[in-house]
């Protein structure tokens, strides 16, 4: 199993970034993709999650209307799409891997030590 993130930059406050997170070794039939983020001196937090298995996807409070994750069958990729950026978007960006079913994505899909699987990380600079 293996993740590649990519798609990271530099952007204004109210600018649009597109990750991509390329996926091999496993189906998204079994596996949850999550986008993760870390800035300086936090705690890693969920920023989104995507569940062929249980039919949703999963968004954090503050990343609500602002963010669209979908996934590409086709080309193993899920995506995060981020829009009206702000600074405190800023951080590196991972995506990660869960066999979590459904019922227990539901309840932990932001734990990041459920997810046993990660890319290299992308790093989101916002300005302002």
């Known amino acids: 199993v293996q993740l590649q993130a990519s798609g990271g930059g530099l952007v204004q406050v109210g600018g649009s970034l597109r990750l991509s997170c390329l996926t091999y070794?496993?189906?998204?039939?079994?596996?949850?993709i999550a986008w993760f983020r870390q800035a300086p001196g936090k705690e890693r937090e969920g920023v989104s999650c995507?569940?062929?298995?249980?039919?949703?996807?999963y968004y954090l409070d503050s990343a609500k209307g602002r963010f669209t994750i979908s996934s590409d069958n086709a080309k193993r990729t899920v995506y995060l799409e981020m829009n009206s950026l702000e600074p405190d978007d800023s951080g590196v960006y991972y995506c990660?891997?869960?066999?979590?079913?459904?019922?227990?994505?539901?309840?932990?899909?932001?734990?990041?030590?459920?997810?046993?699987?990660w890319g290299q990380g992308t790093q989101v600079t916002v300005s302002s």
């Open positions: 990660a891997a869960t066999s979590m079913g459904p019922l227990i994505l539901t309840d932990f899909w932001f734990f990041a030590m459920k997810y046993g699987y």
């Open positions: 070794g496993f189906s998204f039939d079994d596996y949850a």
């Open positions: 995507i569940s062929k298995a249980a039919g949703r996807t």
